[in-house]
């Protein structure tokens, strides 16, 4: 249930490859569902509780409610039910499983680990939270023993693992619905991380208070990466160009070579020098994998440059916390230089627009010009005096009238509509259907060139 999430999607493909008969739904179809279609799963749209007739087991998003009448259903004719994180645990547990986990940079981090070990041989299983083209969704599926899993705080996901090696990306107040406090969220990564054997690695990076503290509870298992001096693994000499992202990277006094990624920003060097870290943790020499690291293109709507039309140029992007924003931000300048950066932003959760109100603003005010659209709910209800008209009021006090409120998409358009121009670069962000955003502004502004 909930089949259309990159992670339950991913899960249903894993399953299918061990040999089970899958079958799925959501509420409604997408890119995932149809990537499902194609390669034979049965994918239903809407719920049923028709659709528990005759199954072994029902696996479930965390983001349905354990009352919902599907599951009520499979209970009574005595199925199991379990959690997409239980489902998950039974199958990569007993195999050597890679958990790449933080708050900020899974995904990416996860899908480059992959590829890293692809090319020393390793033939991974991957399951990563978006679409990477190259895969054709978001699963590779191996034949080893080795599984890549994007480790998720959420809901305490990520203690239903076992790894043998640990990623941590960084560690940052979010999932406030979870965690009442970001002690208690870190509380939770050193369980995460105390999982890990002694034989195994905590591969953190040091660059990120949360994360590096997160190398103090791995002790002797330790190691860190990042940008700076106190840095085990390193980069340096980061060059970014519009194409591409160049670097040397060195593990303590010995200079591993020169790399490069078709990724920009420096969070994603950051991501690099992670997969590189689980090469070293399993002996491995990372040098063999630099060609293949140069070719990834990246994961979908993750700063994905969509194209460009009558000058504009329009990029589709995944962040929903302003750390992720902010990055968003920093990589269109570097990217882009000074051309005029438009940005639409679109609110996920009332909890977290609740949490973060100031912060988004403060962060959305290193744009040109800006819009804020209503809030994508998810999984939530609505929460009392929370709007994204927040966010636009207290970006008022820094930016003025360079910031609209939207309140819907409808109205979103049509405010981009109106002052798009040549030169301008359009940014969609936030980890809602705001994409389709990014998409139908590309579309239209493509057929205008046409007819002119």
Same mark, same amino acid.
């Given at each position: 249930? $909930? ?5 339950? #999607? ?47 087991? +029902? ?11 599907? &599951? ?6 005595? +199925? *199991? ?15 050597? &499983? ?31 939270? $978006?679409?990477? *083209? ?12 080795? @599984? ?24 940052? #107040? ?22 890990? *054997? ?21 002790? #002797?298992?330790?190691?860190? @990466? ?116 438009? +940005?639409?932003?679109? *609110? ?27 809030? @994508? ?10 709007? #994204? ?13 360079? +910031? ?27 980890? $809602?259907?705001? $994409? ?17």
């Amino acid at each position: 249930m $909930g089949v259309g999430g990159a992670g339950m #999607a991913g899960l249903a493909l894993l399953l299918a490859a061990r040999g089970a008969k899958v079958s799925g739904c959501d509420r409604e179809t997408n890119q995932t569902t149809r990537d499902l279609e194609r390669q034979g799963m049965a994918v239903f749209r809407g719920h049923d509780p028709a659709h528990t007739d005759g199954v072994a087991a +029902v696996v479930h998003t965390s983001a349905i409610s354990r009352e919902h009448p599907e &599951l009520e259903a499979a209970r009574s004719r005595g +199925v *199991p039910v379990l959690k997409r994180s239980e489902a998950l645990a039974q199958l990569v547990n007993t195999g050597s &499983l890679i958990a790449i986990a933080g708050t900020h940079g899974k995904t990416t981090t996860a899908a480059l680990t992959a590829l890293a070990l692809e090319a020393v041989g390793l033939d991974p299983t991957a399951l990563v939270g $978006g679409r990477v *083209p190259a895969w054709g969704g978001n699963a590779r599926i191996g034949h080893s023993t080795t @599984y890549v899993v994007e480790a998720d705080e959420y809901d305490r996901s990520f203690l239903s693992l076992w790894p043998k090696l640990a990623v941590v990306t960084s560690v940052e #107040a979010e999932h406030l619905d979870t965690y009442a406090t970001l002690a208690e969220l870190e509380a939770a990564f050193d369980e995460f991380a105390d999982r890990v *054997p002694q034989a195994g690695r905590v591969i953190a990076c040091v660059d990120d208070a949360g994360a590096r503290r997160r190398l103090s509870v791995a002790g #002797a298992r330790a190691l860190a @990466y990042g940008l700076g001096s106190d840095a085990s693994l390193r980069a340096e000499s980061i060059s970014f160009e519009p194409t591409r992202t160049s670097f040397s990277v060195r593990w303590g006094t010995e200079k591993l070579g020169e790399f490069e990624l078709a990724l920009h920003g420096r969070h994603n060097v950051r991501n690099a020098l992670a997969a590189l870290g689980v090469l070293l943790a399993l002996g491995e020499d990372p040098r063999p994998a630099a060609p293949l690291l140069a070719s990834f293109t990246g994961v979908e709507r993750r700063f994905q440059k969509l194209g460009e039309a009558r000058g504009i140029t329009v990029v589709d992007d995944y962040a929903h916390h302003p750390t992720e924003v902010a990055a968003t931000l920093e990589t269109a300048s570097q990217v882009f230089g000074d051309r005029r950066l438009v +940005v639409a932003f679109q *609110p996920h959760l009332y909890s977290r627009t609740r949490a973060f109100a100031g912060d988004f603003a403060r962060v959305l005010a290193g744009a040109d010009l800006v819009f804020v659209t209503g809030i @994508y709910a998810a999984r939530e209800a609505p929460i009392a005096g929370v709007s #994204a008209e927040v966010i636009v009021a207290a970006a008022r006090e820094q930016i003025g009238e360079r +910031v609209h409120y939207a309140e819907d998409l409808n109205e979103l358009m049509a405010a981009l509509r109106a002052v798009l121009r040549e030169g301008d670069v359009l940014v969609a962000i936030g980890a $809602g259907d705001i $994409g389709g955003i990014a998409h139908a502004m590309l579309a239209e502004l493509q057929r205008s060139h046409v007819d002119a």
